[in-house]
């Protein structure tokens, strides 16, 4: 689990505190407040992350490898843009007001998305560990059998005790909304940007600090995580589609 690198026995490798920040990054969308961006937003988060894991690989994936590994690459057909838009059209109302009423459907949305990809983005770095991707195999049909594994490999996993300990982290801030729009909204040129964890604020920087430490004491979870993956990669499951950005 650890990276060979020289540092303290007990320290979180650098990789995996990025894998941490990008899954906070992705948690935060769900409270931006502009129509269609939080899944634009989640999607760009979502792809970034695993190009940052390939990049310190030394490896560049094609678009289409990135989104089948980010999850969003079936969310991109015609068909699924115009449902998910149609979805967005429907139910935003109903959700801008009850969320101004019950904190808690934030707080739930932001630790089912801060789940999803703080496990699939874990299971990718395990995944680059092992070599199952190089810059051959991301040219062919590697990514679909190695984000088939991942799916996999979480719907066996009793995530309980990860999304409560995600629970406890953000409910102790209660300066969310503000947070997400400055990490995700770009003052300048009034569009959407990628948060970066080295120009990030507090608050960012503190929610993804607690969740490091949370992970590194689950040591024993992802551990098992990780043998749910080694067993479904070989055998190769008969798993469903990757899932849509939205990560539910």
């Known amino acids: 689990m650890a990276d060979s690198t020289s540092r303290p ?40 992350s695993v190009r940052d894991q390939l990049k310190e690989r030394g490896l560049k994936a094609p678009d289409k490898a990135v989104a089948v590994l980010a999850g969003s690459y079936d969310a991109r057909s015609l068909g699924g843009r115009l449902v998910s838009y149609l979805k967005a059209v ?9 969320r101004k009423v019950f ?15 703080l ?8 995944a680059l560990q092992r070599g199952d991707l190089d810059a051959a195999s991301l040219q062919g049909d590697a990514p679909q059998k190695v984000q088939a594994a991942i799916v996999a490999s979480c719907a066996e996993m009793d995530s309980r005790p990860i999304n409560q300990a995600l629970r406890r982290i953000f409910r102790s801030s209660r300066v969310l909304m503000a947070e997400a729009t400055r990490a995700f909204l770009d003052p300048k040129h009034g569009g959407a940007r990628v948060p970066d964890p080295k120009g990030e604020n507090a608050e960012v920087k503190s929610l993804t600090d607690r969740l490091i430490q949370e992970l590194w004491e689950e040591r024993g979870y ?5 043998a749910h993956y080694d067993k479904h ?12 950005a939205t990560g539910t």
């Open 9 to 48: 026995p007990d320290a979180v490798p650098p990789s995996l505190a990025r894998v941490a920040f990008h899954a906070v990054a992705a948690g935060l969308t769900p409270l931006i407040p502009v129509p269609f961006l939080d899944d634009y937003a989640l999607r760009q988060v979502r792809e970034q």
């Open 90 to 98: 429907a139910l935003f109302p109903v959700r801008k007001v009850f």
């Open 103 to 117: 904190f808690v459907l934030w707080v739930k949305d932001c630790v089912d998305l801060t789940s999803v990809c």
């Open 119 to 126: 496990h699939h983005g874990y299971l990718l770095h395990h």
């Open 222 to 226: 992802f551990t098992a995580l990780e």
């Open 233 to 244: 990669l070989k055998h190769g499951p008969a798993a469903p589609a990757p899932q849509a």
